[in-house]
């Protein structure tokens, strides 16, 4: 069975409690940036509904997310998908997550995220972020191809870490 891989996403992570939380207002606003279309973005504004209020007992978390991006030595080897490097040309045939995969595809996946959990908290935790490096197309690249970075060497060792 192959495995398969996707471009690797760090995400550190840390919170901080808020004296003021409670009356803390959180805007999101598009990246100002190209390669991503109108659609793939959350419009500006306020984000707020019924289950994003903040119950009045309670302290507020913040959550900082720092997500680097890290590419790969190209590969054409059988045991992974992709070749180790991130998608950044358009490709209309494919419908969930298309690409271009740049900054603007990881900062609005960061949005998303924090949309999500400050719904679901009801408020009570706020994400924050940022994706490095800044240019819209770099990634940090490591030395060596996918695999070496893979623990499991044989295809049995393989297929028990997915069951």
Same mark, same amino acid.
């Given at each position: 069975?192959?495995?398969?891989? =996707?471009?690797?996403?760090?995400?550190?992570?840390?919170?901080?409690? /808020?004296?003021?939380?409670?009356? @803390?207002? =959180?805007?999101?606003?598009?990246?100002?940036? &190209?390669?991503? /279309?109108?659609?793939?973005?959350?419009?500006?504004?306020?984000?707020?509904?019924?289950?994003? @209020?903040?119950?009045? &007992?309670?302290?507020?978390?913040?959550?900082?997310?720092?997500?680097?991006?890290?590419?790969?030595?190209?590969?054409?080897?059988?045991? &992974?998908?992709?070749?180790?490097?991130?998608?950044?040309?358009?490709?209309?045939?494919?419908?969930?997550? *298309? *690409?271009?995969?740049? @900054? #603007? +595809?990881?900062? #609005?996946?960061?949005?998303?995220?924090?949309?999500?959990?400050?719904?679901?908290?009801?408020?009570?935790?706020?994400?924050?972020?940022?994706?490095?490096? +800044?240019?819209?197309?770099?990634?940090?690249?490591?030395?060596?191809?996918?695999?070496? +970075?893979? *623990?499991?060497? &044989?295809?049995?060792?393989?297929?028990?870490?997915?069951?």
């Amino acid at each position: 069975m192959k495995s398969k891989a =996707v471009m690797l996403l760090i995400l550190l992570t840390w919170t901080a409690h /808020s004296a003021n939380a409670q009356t @803390r207002k =959180v805007y999101f606003t598009k990246p100002k940036i &190209t390669g991503v /279309s109108e659609q793939q973005l959350v419009p500006n504004g306020y984000f707020e509904s019924e289950n994003a @209020r903040p119950e009045q &007992t309670g302290k507020t978390d913040t959550l900082r997310i720092l997500a680097l991006r890290v590419s790969f030595k190209p590969d054409t080897i059988s045991e &992974t998908t992709g070749n180790g490097t991130f998608q950044l040309v358009k490709n209309d045939s494919i419908i969930i997550d *298309p *690409p271009p995969h740049n @900054r #603007a +595809y990881f900062q #609005a996946q960061l949005v998303s995220l924090a949309h999500y959990y400050r719904s679901v908290s009801k408020g009570k935790l706020i994400l924050t972020g940022d994706v490095y490096p +800044y240019g819209q197309n770099d990634s940090y690249r490591l030395p060596h191809e996918m695999a070496y +970075y893979n *623990p499991n060497t &044989t295809e049995a060792e393989l297929d028990q870490r997915l069951s």
